[in-house]
């Protein structure tokens, strides 16, 4: 198995059979019409095709739809429609309507069913979609796609709101003389901690792989990669994880080729775990990029309670902010997600020094530590040692720009 | 029952019986032995006692020995010491150590039992008492205890951290021609969410009352009050609620007078409530003081979950920061506590102005929203329609302002 990350990654037009278009409609109503902000990607051959969604129970009108179309046609989905501005969520029997016009309006310039298209939105909660505009946004998508890398880039441009840089990514994975393209495309770097957090994740395969297993996979997947991020705590109305395969490969992943399919499986987390990487790193005004890695917990459940204690805390987001190596609030987060913490047992690392040993303060080593927080990105490694659980966990700090720039109108 | 709250509070020396003191030790090492940091409480008659700790896996020094002196001499402490600027928290067994030193220093001054004086720190973690300035701190107070107001406040204001105010409170409940007074001195401004959060408060009363009724009153008191507040989402290793009742007004509460019982009850809830209320009024750099209101949720755990999700959301802060009645962020904060909440039964109110009724959102009254969050002080009020259970809670916004202070170094 090999797999090979693509130096440059012009999104999903990357993979055999994909189409994609992205056109600027000022769905904000901003008069600003060269902002893109509504995405088509399409395969005319009918894909197999999974997804992961928000567990919010205020789930967004798109989300609730995306969940029946996948459920009708996981054998046979052709499309996504996706559109940034506005997250048709919070918006009722009228939304849900929307999602439903979208749909039909998008499969009938494709000659398909409007149940194999998924649409998605991220944007403002609380305000109806602008239908006209996103109609004729539609007909000019369905004229223009093409498999050009052009509209590749501009369809993951579309889907971006406050990201200051799109997110794509594209691997091969080799089996023996054959090979597997899968690329991704994704949004987010406010309202982020998956499980899911506003986020859209659009992935693209040439893979021939059925429905089911592709759930299984990607939900794994998921797990190991969006789920284990956190810039702000919060989890959105809208997150959405979809992949389409086409088949266009004419390589067949099956749970029989056990080979096959561990590599399609490290393709595909490579790809989540390198566009989740990307959602964190430009998180919404941050200025650090924070790996959590706690070791030898009770359980992985109580590894990652631990992690997100840290990663949500405030005061520890703030001391990263400041560059302030203060172990403490780490303890002290650790100590709050009650899991059976021993301060005696602890060990702080960052990156490879040393902060505190089995409970007791490293202090000498004061100066080394304060010399890893400078950097934009480091590593907290926390041993517990009361198990042999471990969880990774990526996180930001929390800056001054983010308060203000979420503070609204 | 008629419950007084005096108009103006000297902290526990307006109970009768009881001794306060405070001083100044530098125990921050910054050469200004001005800033009093080191505080007294004494009763020469010995009290019965109650208390609540943090509930953190990480407990600092003198929580791990209050509580057990609290099981030794509950029918019989005397003293309370306080101490701001350090913890003693993640100091392992020399923290242990100090507490041990402190406590028998300051019972030989007084000529009482050590396991008889409860010790509270506050103040940064991980590092270690300077123990020869605090006993000589201990002798100062010993020899100028009174039961003086002017030593009342002192004992409030050595406990403070970074608190900008005094934190006092003094109620007299009035049974018949008699009366009980109940005092209260509080500090506590970040890392607030107790369950418990950093906040030391320490109540005196000169009722005649059980220990065991006492800790169940308490522990109904702090449920209401202390633990239904939140200003950052941190829970602290040090929080400790402690009081102490001489019973110097001769009047007995036992749950077999109820009304007795009722009535005490009442006021030791209202002093519990008043700190908790100066606490969050208090909180690090924040500009709003919000009220949340979660009624007919399912069950009162699944209340308390949508207020603490929407408490602790980033965006939601920031947004009452900024003015913004972003009720769709208050939505998707109420949805991801995932208690069932159904967005098409939702009510919310800014203060008596209705935001969304039956998930319908009332755009004709924004500009009747904006004025209410223009308020320092606001209340929202979220009814689920989905069961019968309510939760008050209080929090507050999060400001620039709160990241610059926390930054550190």
Redesign the interface.
Known sequence: MKITLHPISNGLTDVKGFFCAGTGCDIRNKNNPDRLDLALVYSKTPCTAAGVFT?????AAPVIVDQKHLKASRNAMHAIIGNSGN?N??T?PQGITDVHATAEAAAKYLGVKPEQVFVCSTG???DFLPMPKITAGLERLCKTYSADSEQGRKAAEAILTSDTKSKTVTVTVALGSESITIAGIAKGA??IQPNMATMLAFIATDAKISSDLLQKLLSAAVDESFNAISV??????NDTVLVLANGASGIAVSEQQVEYGNAFFEGLRNVCQILADKMVSDGERITKVVELLIENAPSRHAAEAVARAIA????VK??W????P????L??????????????KMDIYYNEVPA?LQ???QAHLKEQWKTVVKNRRFTIRMNLNIGSANYRFLTTD???G???F????
Chains 1, 2 share one sequence.
């Open positions: 567990t919010n129970d205020v789930k997250a969520a919070c009722g403002r909660i609380g406010g309202m702000d705590g919060d989890m959105s109305t949500n805390s405030l005061l703030c001391s902010y400041g560059e302030d203060n172990w403490g609030r303890a002290d987060s650790a100590g709050y997600a009650r899991v059976g913490t021993v301060m005696e505190v409970g007791v303060p929390l800056s001054e983010y308060v203000n979420n503070k609204g109108e």
